[in-house]
């Protein structure tokens, strides 16, 4: 069982930014995929970032150039620094890992962390 706890989120104006923190409970050994997906009121749950260990990274096409993902504390921290955002950016952020195989290929999710952008 891996527990991650989110921070971070919050109120900003259109083009500020934010930084999300989601710190896992275990080592970064078996922690193969680190990531975040978001969801807008009334959307599916969408992909925003994802990061694996050796650190190759993966962006949705609607934040390339705005986010940053990264890991750190021994890489079982994962950060998703937002930048130039924008209403549509709004929703809740969920933090995701996924699980090497050695570790049956788990996913688990965090709890949420509400980001809104104002105009």
């Known amino acids: 069982q891996v527990q991650l706890v989110e921070s971070g989120g919050g109120l900003v104006q259109t083009g500020g930014s934010l930084r999300l923190s989601c710190a896992a409970s275990?080592?970064?050994?078996?922690?193969?995929?680190m990531g975040w997906y978001r969801q807008a009121p009334g959307k599916e749950r969408e992909l925003v970032a994802t990061?694996?260990?050796?650190?190759?990274?993966n962006y949705a096409d609607s934040v390339k150039g705005r986010f940053i993902i990264s890991r750190g504390g021994a890489k079982s921290t994962v950060f998703l620094q937002m930048n130039s955002l924008k209403s549509e950016d709004t929703g809740v952020y969920y933090c995701?890992?996924?699980?090497?195989?050695?570790?049956?290929?788990?996913?688990?999710w965090g709890q949420g962390t509400q980001v809104t952008v104002s105009s």
């Open positions: 990061i694996t260990n050796p650190g190759t990274t």
């Open positions: 275990r080592s970064t050994f078996g922690l193969n995929i």
């Open positions: 995701y890992v996924h699980m090497s195989p050695l570790f049956g290929s788990k996913d688990y």
